[in-house]
Each structure stands twice: as C-alpha cells, then as structure tokens.
C-alpha cells in the first residue's frame, strides 16, 4: 500500500471543513454512515481529487462467538470498491451476543466491547478475521480498542494477543495510540510494553484522538482536543517504526477549522520529530522495522493472507463457550441482570451507565424529532426506558421502540406533545398487522382520543 501521509476522519458535520484543509492526504469514513450506490457529494469530490477514502467499519463483530455475517461483509466490500480504497478497517471487539449459539436473547451493544485476551477468544477471532479477508477485495486491518473493564482470567497481554494474531492470520494494525492511553488509565496497562510486544510491520496506519478523564475514568470521547499524553505515545510508536499513515478522528464538538489544522501540525510535528530521534525516516520503515525483505507492498498492499498459517479449525464448543461469556456480560450491561463473577461491578455499571448514554445520544440524532417532542425530559426518559429494555435492530429500531413504550404508557403527559409523538411513530412504523404492542398504542390513542372527545 502507498504511504498514506496524515489524514482526517471525515463526518459530514465537518465535510466541508476537510475538503478546505491543508495537508490533508487521505480521509476514513465509518462504513456504516454511506452507501454504496449514494456516496456523498463531499466524498466524491475528494474521490475524484484522489484523496484516498478508507473505509471504517463498526459494526462486524470480528471478536464476537457467532461467524461474520455475509451480508454486513458483502456491503462492506461495495463500499471498498465504490471508493476506491486500498483497504478497509475493522475491531478487534465485540458488538452483539445471544441468539441460537446460546439458546438466549440476541442482545446488541450498540458500541465496541473489549473480547476476553484468552486462547478461546483469539480461536474465535483469528477464524472470524479469515472468513473477513476472504470476502473482502482489499486488505483488512484491525484496530485495538478502548475499555472501561477488564475481563477475569485473561491469559495474555494486549501486545501478545495482537501479535499472535497477526501471526496466524496476516491481518494488518491499526494501531490507535488514544485507546492505548485510554486502556493504561483505565486498567493499568503499560502503552510501552504493548508497542514492544507490538509486529510493528504489521501496522496499516495509526489512529489518535482525544478524551476526559472523570472520576478516575479516562472516556474515550473523540469530542476533545489530543492531550500530551496521546501524543507522547504517538512519539514512541514513530520512534519505533514510521507509520504508513496517521489520523486524527473527532466525532463531536467539532471545533473551527483552525484547531484541526494545528491538531494536524502538531501530530506531523510529533511524528517527524520522533522519527527522526528514532533513526527512521518519516513515512519509510528500515529493513529491520518491516522485516528484513518486507517492503510496503507486503505490509498493507496485498491481502497478507499469502503468508498466514494454516488455519486452526476450532470446534462448536469454542464458539459456544466465548458466545454464553459474552451474552452474560452483554446482558448484565443492557438488560440489567446480575454482573458475571470476576469482573469490577464499579467498572461495569458506568459501563452500563456510558452505553446507555451514547444509545440515548445516537437515537437524538437519529430521530432529532424526538427530543423536540419530548424537550428537557427526553434523556431521563429514555435512560429509564434503556435500563432494562436492549437495542433490537439498530437505532432507527430503538427510535420506533422507545415512542412505542411511551405510547403505551400513556405518556408524555401533555395532549398535544402525545399525539405529536403518535403521528411521528405511526408515519416511521409501516404498515404492517399490529403485534400486541401495536394494539396496545392503538388501544391508547383511542383512549386518547375518547378522553378528548368527552
């Protein structure tokens, strides 16, 4: 793969902003933001100035017990393709559990969770990473990510679960040096002795971003300024091997187009500066840093899968024993069941407390109309409604179901607020043979109805 130079995570609040930008050479978008057959015109027009656009998706659930689903991979390979990307990103998490595997509920997370480091974990991940990179047109990289927790009994360090890996699968990095920061805060891990442990050859690009620390916790927010800390880390990773690429990802809060650009400066700087101390030439491994006969190409150009090793079949039994861990933990985060023996129960709760913000925050803006409806009570409304009622079916579905339990609660209590809500629900929902919820809104708009006409 080409040298990617610094970059920017594009988001349409900022589309404009990083069209005029400076030095930008490559963007990434979430994969799961665009389509295909309808990319947006920002996107095209970079395109066509051949900026480079990767891909970045979120949604996979490489770490998770069940195998890939065909569908989300085969929609994440158009998107490759239709951007011209010479390769796309994923996680190394887990975002749904349950279902057949498990005989229990299929539960979505709606955000990255950590996967537990042990043999069985990386069984499941290193088949799951096969089956990716041979639905995909391009190379694979996968990032590490950030934890509020961590899981009981792990056998193995971040560094070395990675390495190995990378080792049996030939996946490539992407080495976010935030969540490093974010996982030494909160779980005490040295961001050193993982970029030891590290095959620095392996690494596609690297992510930085910044955060907050509350009570304690480092919160891994992509809405604040890089901190020292981040950059520190971004330093000793360059003074070890010169990333092909590096990019500053900011979700929120986005600031003038002046701050980026001097977030910008700042991580050439940084990146130039240590490559420099380090010895390595910025943008250009040595032959030791990429393996003695390793150019570029091999690193991130081909598909890696060439040099992997044989793949290690792994039973049903695996998949199961991953899969009823991860619905345990998944369903004591958002459905409020008793938290499985070992973890931190502190920890979990404002894990809990931060997946049903970000649901609450990701449904407003989804379905901006219905804190509009609801004013200054939606966020306690709908984090009593997600305290013990799991996304089904992504957030557009959340969206439906959290103005479906209103409804039928009779609330909110102002008439006309109420029958907003009933309108905004009934255009969204379909038409479809009412379920027993359906009926019971039914049931409560004509109650409403009736009361208005008495």
């Known amino acids: 793969m080409r040298e990617l130079g610094t970059g920017i995570g594009w988001r349409p609040e900022i589309a404009d902003t990083v069209e005029g930008l400076a030095g930008v050479d490559w963007v990434e978008v979430v994969a799961e933001n665009i389509c295909a057959g309808h990319l947006p015109d920002s996107l095209l027009r970079l395109r066509d100035r051949g900026v480079t656009i990767v891909p970045h998706g979120v949604s996979l659930?490489?770490?998770?017990?069940?195998?890939?689903?065909?569908?989300?991979?085969?929609?994440?390979?158009?998107?490759?393709?239709?951007?011209?990307?010479?390769?796309?990103?994923?996680?190394?998490?887990?975002?749904?559990?349950?279902?057949?595997?498990?005989?229990?509920?299929?539960?979505?997370?709606?955000?990255?969770?950590?996967?537990?480091?042990?043999?069985?974990?990386?069984?499941?991940?290193?088949?799951?990473?096969?089956?990716?990179?041979?639905?995909?047109?391009?190379?694979?990289?996968?990032?590490?990510?950030a934890a509020l927790f961590s899981w009981p009994g792990e056998e193995l360090t971040e560094g070395q679960f990675l390495a190995e890996l990378v080792e049996r699968t030939g996946v490539c990095l992407l080495i976010d040096v935030a969540n490093l920061h974010t996982n030494h805060v909160n779980r005490g891990e040295e961001p050193a002795k993982a970029l030891a442990e590290l095959p620095v050859?392996?690494?596609?690009?690297?992510?930085?971003?910044?955060?907050?620390?509350?009570?304690?916790?480092?919160?891994?927010?992509?809405?604040?300024?890089?901190?020292?800390?981040?950059?520190?880390?971004?330093?000793?990773?360059?003074?070890?091997?010169?990333?092909?690429?590096?990019?500053?990802?900011?979700?929120?809060?986005?600031?003038?187009?002046?701050?980026l650009a001097a977030e910008l400066a700042s991580i050439r700087a940084t990146v130039a500066g240590a490559a420099e101390r380090g010895?390595?030439?910025?943008?250009?491994?040595?032959?030791?840093?990429?393996?003695?006969?390793?150019?570029?190409?091999?690193?991130?150009?081909?598909?890696?899968?060439?040099?992997?090793?044989?793949?290690?079949?792994?039973?049903?039994?695996?998949?199961?024993?991953?899969?009823?861990?991860?619905?345990?933990?998944?369903?004591?985060?958002?459905?409020?069941?008793?938290?499985?023996e070992g973890f931190d129960h502190a920890r979990l709760r404002v894990q809990s407390r931060a997946l049903a913000g970000k649901r609450a925050g990701v449904v407003a803006k989804v379905a901006p109309e219905l804190p509009e409806i609801l004013g200054g009570g939606y966020r306690a409304a709908f984090l009593a409604y997600a305290a013990s009622r799991p996304m089904r079916g992504g957030y557009r579905r959340d969206a439906l179901d959290f103005a479906e339990h209103l409804l039928i609660a009779g609330r909110?209590?102002?008439?006309?607020?109420?029958?907003?809500?009933?309108?905004?629900?009934?255009?969204?929902?379909?038409?479809?043979?009412p379920g027993r919820a359906g009926r019971l809104v039914r049931a409560a708009r004509a109650a409403l109805v009736g009361r208005r006409a008495a």
């Open 61 to 145: 659930g490489l770490g998770g017990a069940d195998r890939p689903d065909e569908g989300r991979l085969a929609e994440l390979a158009s998107k490759a393709t239709a951007l011209g990307a010479p390769l796309v990103t994923e996680h190394i998490a887990f975002v749904r559990a349950g279902g057949p595997l498990t005989a229990s509920p299929a539960l979505e997370a709606g955000h990255l969770l950590p996967v537990p480091r042990t043999r069985d974990a990386l069984d499941v991940l290193c088949e799951n990473v096969r089956i990716a990179q041979d639905a995909l047109p391009v190379p694979l990289a996968l990032e590490n990510i």
């Open 201 to 259: 050859e392996a690494i596609a690009y690297v992510h930085v971003a910044g955060g907050v620390e509350r009570d304690g916790v480092w919160h891994d927010t992509h809405a604040h300024p890089v901190p020292p800390a981040v950059l520190s880390i971004l330093a000793d990773l360059a003074s070890r091997v010169a990333p092909p690429g590096v990019l500053l990802e900011r979700d929120d809060d986005f600031p003038p187009a002046e701050e």
């Open 279 to 340: 010895g390595a030439g910025v943008g250009a491994g040595t032959g030791t840093e990429r393996g003695a006969d390793a150019g570029p190409e091999t690193v991130a150009g081909s598909k890696r899968v060439a040099g992997r090793k044989p793949a290690r079949a792994i039973g049903t039994g695996v998949r199961e024993r991953v899969g009823i861990a991860q619905a345990a933990l998944l369903s004591a985060l958002v459905a409020g069941t008793p938290a499985p």
């Open 412 to 433: 909110p209590e102002d008439p006309a607020a109420r029958e907003r809500l009933t309108t905004w629900w009934r255009e969204r929902a379909g038409a479809r043979p």
